[in-house]
């Protein structure tokens, strides 16, 4: 049985990308039908099948061109068809949807002994370039070819040099050693001639076999190739001289029929921790179709947390045991979904107790890691035993023992870790709270190996915490309780919004403003307070919707109408879905887009529009709801109910930053980063001064780790009565004073955004991140080091903050490896009230853009001897303990006023 070589490739960039490589770029093969772009942006090129997958957009992956697979195997007769019209039949389509390189692939193995007068694959090359001159074109194999015609080509690929696969046995076999020799003696005569070709060695290892992709990949880089390694049908991502990290985690649960993915523990509990380690999150449903494509390539891992019976517990059983058994970690939070017979325990390293527990034994804890009992330590129960003990491989995290029944209630093995009921997350149904048993950072990272990495942050900016204020326009038509303005809006105008001078974004709903909503005639009235809130410089709009729903959980899935029936007794009983506007039927288009046209039409300034929609009610869209957000042309916030306060002080009351309502990029929703006042006053019924306490959730997200941004979130009946001014007063005061960096609410939304989609690698003992057009921070762990600003790249500076080592990225790239200690005499950006745009450094000297909407200042620190000038004017600036300050001219605008800074040190 002969061996096959396996696919074939062809280099080609995509549209808005340079016609020429990089020198000695990292490149990945991926013929697959749905590449995974989030993790494959990391590399500088990426081979596709043009047949199966399209490139993405060149603007959401500017560091990457997206290369295009022809594969020559369907030209048998080279004397059927010319190369010039090969290249007007199959390339220049290619041309045409914006590719610029070609690798040719006609199946050749590394071992044939090429001619180097091929002359039907001499003359294609030829006639692409003249159809083509700027054109990359690259060579699969074929070594002595690319030696004559070395001019022509940018590059070489060349595969199998270590390891074959059989396509007909399905097995892999070592090429042998002399085989290989020869090879590389070859690629060295090819470099020795003169040639300036990148040659890219693939090898192949089995799809769930990390560890054999950065063996190869290591031996590769050694004979002094560009590696990349990857399984036989080219479907994975694989390793290089750089390996990417897995950001995705999947989070497998048993919601019950109807529930809103909002409300499941996977979202309201498991999914912040996660997200803080740096993790975004997917949802399955285990009496579902479970996925298929769940590889260690682009999974960290998976969360099992199931809370009750599953339809099919052999079917889930074989699918969990599955992809353990390809190496994905689990954790296990709750209970396993199936009966732990002696196969399951085997698979599992786990030992079944022999006989029964006793039931008139009261148990008692034998052993307890340190983890356990976080925020509570339930009392032990025998009723919860599942009567299982961690083997011999494992370690036990909880052991109880009941008369001479030993049991383990929590473990760590082999493939990832468990905690059973109630020692992951404890309900407290007396006062209608939950408490962590477990300490949930330190659980995942040890059950799901997490690997230490800069983590993306949307916290935080150049230092400073990122603050932002968004206003449901709910109470618009409310008149206020005290002498003075008529109506709530008009009162935060005097009073709030123009008292702070930040971003702040302001929403209304049309049917309480709107000549066709509830109040007709108080809407001139309305309509023209609304005007005058929006056409302040510091604000953005957004619209509440028309009619405010008060369920979009009510909302069918599929079609987007209203589900008749009962809804929630909270929002009004059987009745009440919606805000009852007259001759109004409920119409989702008419909601988001209707809204949006009318506020744009009727409300907005010029120049100014609405940038984004804030959910209504339970905020617990549908995925259709959340797709036509974005088909609309706005983003989405709101929801997530973190209410973490002195008197709830649990992390189970901390929102992650949003939920992924579906698989595609527009399903995923915005989660407020705090909540609003209904929240602090007894859902409006006092006390009214009652929101000061928001104050408490900023401090318990901030210290001693830093969850979240801080929003200033509430209604416009705030403006109502007198007690709640002064709680937004003293809300807006006390938070000014802290170390923050003013935003708008449409930039925390971008930076969250582009957080799901980061790309982390590392290359050696190098960090490569690429974070998008937003995002510019990153956390790594206290203690463990700093970027060596010596050798970095993208790097401003850094600084220790909660939870972590802040590191600012001075663009959307950045590259740099750990040093034990500061260098102490570069200098670098300690702290910034502002954007870093355009950063250079040079040695001892730096260079940026810089602007901000609230008191603006840069402080650089190791600074000795350094002269700042500001838009070319030299300014007066002493250093002080090696600090060395700089405040610039900012006001909040929709557009940030930027000034050219320049820092050169003796």
């Not at 697959?32 to 603007?59: R, S, W, Y």
């Not at 030209?75 to 090969?86: G, I, K, R």
């Not at 999974?299 to 889930?316: K, L, S």
């Not at 870093?836 to 001897?865: C, E, I, L, Q």
Request: overall charge negative; hydrophobic content about 40%; glycine content about 10%.
């Amino acid at each position: 049985m002969g061996f096959l070589p396996i696919g074939g490739t062809s280099l080609a960039m995509a549209a808005g990308t340079p016609a020429l490589a990089i020198a000695n770029p990292n490149i990945a093969f991926y013929y697959g039908a749905h590449p995974p772009v989030d993790e494959l942006q990391a590399f500088d090129d990426v081979v596709i099948d043009p047949a199966t997958a399209t490139p993405p957009d060149a603007q959401s992956t500017p560091h990457t061109a997206w290369l295009a697979r022809i594969d020559l195997r369907t030209q048998t007769d080279n004397s059927a068809q010319t190369p010039a019209a090969y290249v007007s039949q199959t390339v220049t389509p290619l041309w045409n949807r914006g590719y610029r390189g070609f690798l040719l692939d006609d199946g050749a193995p590394l071992d044939q002994n090429d001619r180097p007068d091929d002359g039907w694959l001499a003359g294609l090359v030829q006639a692409i370039h003249a159809q083509y001159p700027q054109a990359r074109v690259m060579l699969r194999n074929h070594l002595g070819l690319a030696a004559h015609i070395a001019d022509q080509l940018s590059a070489v690929m060349v595969d199998s040099l270590y390891r074959r696969y059989d396509l007909l046995g399905g097995f892999f076999a070592d090429v042998p050693a002399a085989e290989r020799a020869e090879a590389l003696q070859r690629i060295g005569a090819l470099r020795r001639s003169g040639a300036s070709l990148a040659v890219v060695a693939v090898d192949y290892c089995a799809r769930d076999d990390r560890a054999c992709r950065r063996d190869a990949a290591n031996r590769l880089e050694h004979d002094g190739l560009t590696p990349f390694v990857t399984d036989p049908s080219f479907a994975t991502v694989g390793i290089g001289r750089i390996e990417v990290m897995p950001r995705k985690i999947l989070v497998v649960q048993t919601p019950e029929q109807g529930e809103p993915l909002d409300l499941t523990a996977g979202v309201r509990d498991i999914a912040m921790p996660l997200n803080y380690l740096g993790y975004d999150i997917q949802y399955a449903d285990a009496n579902q179709a479970l996925p298929h494509d769940i590889d260690s390539d682009r999974y960290a891992g998976i969360v099992v947390a199931i809370d009750r019976t599953v339809d099919n517990p052999d079917a889930w059983r074989r699918w969990l045991l599955g992809r353990i058994r390809a190496g994905v970690r689990v954790a296990v939070l709750g209970q396993f979904g199936f009966p732990i017979d002696q196969e399951a325990a085997r698979a599992l390293g786990l030992e079944v107790v022999p006989g029964a527990a006793p039931p008139d034994v009261a148990p008692h804890i034998v052993d307890k890691a340190p983890m356990m009992g976080f925020e509570i330590l339930p009392p032990p129960d025998i009723r919860d035993a599942l009567g299982v003990r961690v083997g011999a491989q494992g370690k036990p995290l909880l052991r109880l023992k009941a008369g001479s029944y030993v049991y383990d209630m929590a473990g760590m093995l082999p493939w990832g870790g468990y905690t059973l009921d109630p020692y992951g997350i404890a309900t407290l149904g007396g006062i209608q709270q939950e408490r962590w048993a477990i300490q949930p950072i330190d659980f995942f990272e040890q059950a799901l190996a997490l690997p230490e990495m800069p983590v993306p942050d949307v916290t935080t900016e150049n230092g400073r915490r990122l603050l932002f204020v968004h206003v449901d326009g709910d109470g618009f038509a409310s008149r206020t309780e005290f002498p003075g303005p008529a109506y709530g809006g008009q009162a935060l105008y005097d009073q709030i919004f123009t008292k702070f001078p930040i971003p702040m974004t302001l929403s209304v709903i049309e049917g309480e403003v709107g000549p066709t909503g509830l109040y007709p005639k108080i809407s001139p009235t309305l309509e023209s307070i609304a005007r005058e809130i929006f056409a302040l410089p510091n604000v953005e709009i957004g619209s509440h919707t028309y009619s405010h729903p008060f369920n979009l959980e009510m909302i069918d899935p599929k079609t987007g109408a209203r589900i008749t029936g009962k809804v929630k007794k909270e929002w009004g009983g059987d009745s009440a879905f919606s805000l009852d506007i007259p001759h109004y039927k409920f119409n989702l288009n008419r909601e988001i887009q209707g809204s949006i046209d009318y506020i744009d039409r009727r409300l907005a300034p010029p120049g100014k529009h609405v940038v984004v929609l804030q959910w209504p009610g339970d905020a617990a869209p549908p995925a259709i709801a959340v797709r036509r957000a974005y088909a609309a042309g706005v983003l989405n916030i709101n929801g997530g109910d973190t209410v973490i306060t002195k008197t709830n002080n649990s992390w189970t009351d901390i929102a992650p930053y949003g939920v992924s309502k579906g698989p595609q990029p527009d399903d995923f929703q915005v989660y407020a980063a705090d909540m609003d006042e209904n929240v602090y006053t007894g859902d409006w019924t006092g006390p009214f001064y009652g929101f000061t306490r928001v104050l408490e959730t900023y401090a318990l997200t901030d210290r001693p780790i830093r969850f979240k941004a801080i929003d200033i979130y509430y209604h416009f009946y705030s403006g109502t009565k007198l007690a709640s001014l002064r709680a937004l007063r003293q809300v807006y005061e006390s938070t000014l004073k802290q170390a923050v960096l003013p935003i708008y609410t449409t930039e925390y939304i971008k930076r969250v955004l582009d957080w799901r989609r980061v790309a982390v690698a590392r290359e050696g003992n190098r960090w490569l991140v690429r974070s998008g057009a937003n995002l510019r921070e990153l956390r790594w762990p206290l203690g463990h080091g700093v970027p060596d600003l010596k050798t970095a790249t993208g790097v401003s500076g850094y600084l220790p903050g909660p939870g972590g080592l802040y590191i600012h990225m001075g663009g959307d790239q950045a590259s740099f490896s750990i040093a034990p200690r500061g260098a102490g005499d570069i200098p670098y950006i300690a702290e910034a009230a502002g954007f870093v745009r355009h950063y250079r450094r040079d040695a001892r000297a730096m260079s940026f853009d810089f602007g901000g909407y609230y008191k603006p200042f840069v402080s650089f620190a190791d600074a000795n001897g350094c002269r700042v000038t500001v838009d070319g004017k030299a300014v007066a600036a002493p250093v002080r303990n090696g600090v060395l300050r700089v405040d610039v001219a900012g006001r909040a605008a929709q557009q940030v006023t930027y000034h050219s800074l320049k820092v050169n040190c003796e």
